[in-house]
T-cell receptor, first 112, second 113 residues
Framework: DAGITQSPRHKVTETGTPVTLRCHQT?????MYWYRQDPGHGLRLIHY???????DKGEVSDGYSVSRSKTEDFLLTLESATSSQTSVYFC???????????FGQGTRLTVV | LAKTTQPISMDSYEGQEVNITCSHN???????ITWYQQFPSQGPRFIIQ???TKVTNEVASLFIPADRKSSTLSLPRVSLSDTAVYYC??????????????FGGGTRVLVKP
């Protein structure tokens, strides 16, 4: 399997605090993605990156920002966490759209 | 981006073949069709990808008709461990900016003993 890791794996935080989730890949993949998944729902794209410093919004980007200063790292930031952002977050990476994407193990975030 | 439509759920029994059809009526010329599998509490895992006709690997087969407006994932002789959610995706491998790996709702497959 491709080397893609997420940190932390679990986090509980209070409403209004900033939170940063990290996705790290060792495969030199060009594309990276952040998704959230809620009970009974599929994966919804938050933000994605198609290169260093090249990012764009997905379908549920409000309240989230991202940064990619290095090929291997894609950071997801919740500037001021809200209870509606309680979810499981997955990151993924791939070389190109005609290649398979590899997913991390997920981060379970609880905002209380 | 081509939108995909899949059945919400399907039930099957061990040893049977499971076929999941995905509709993508507005698929573009350069779009590939990709299927992923997701088990509970895990990230999705790539199963198979194709452009046209038929693709087969050790896990599944993918059938794509000539008009490419739909595709069918075929899982031969399923076992209990094939119980998962299966996602169909359509995307252009050539474009960079604006090209997103977007998942639909997926099909929840339950394999019964």
């Amino acid at each position: 399997d491709a080397g893609i890791t997420q940190s932390p794996r679990h986090k509980v935080t209070e409403t209004g605090t900033p939170v940063t989730l990290r996705c790290h890949q060792t495969e030199n993949h060009r594309y990276m993605y952040w998704y959230r998944q809620d009970p009974g729902h599929g994966l919804r794209l938050i933000h994605y990156s198609y290169g260093v410093k090249d990012t764009d919004k997905g379908e549920v980007s409000d309240g989230y920002s991202v940064s990619r200063s290095k090929t291997e790292d894609f950071l997801l930031t919740l500037e001021s966490a809200t209870s509606s952002q309680t979810s499981v977050y997955f990151c993924a990476s791939q070389t190109g759209m005609d290649t398979e994407a590899f997913f991390g193990q997920g981060t379970r975030l609880t905002v209380v | 981006l081509a939108k995909t439509t899949q059945p919400i759920s399907m039930d099957s029994y061990e040893g049977q073949e499971v076929n999941i059809t995905c509709s993508h009526n507005n698929i573009a010329t350069n779009d590939y069709i990709t299927w992923y599998q997701q088990f509970p509490s895990q990230g999705p895992r790539f199963i198979i990808q194709g452009y046209k006709t038929k693709v087969t690997n050790e896990v599944a087969s993918l059938f794509i008709p000539a008009d490419r407006k739909s595709s069918t994932l075929s899982l031969p002789r399923v076992s209990l461990s094939d119980t998962a959610v299966y996602y169909c995706l359509v995307g252009d491998p050539i474009k960079a900016a604006g090209n997103k790996l977007t998942f639909g709702g997926g099909t929840r497959v339950l394999v019964k003993p």
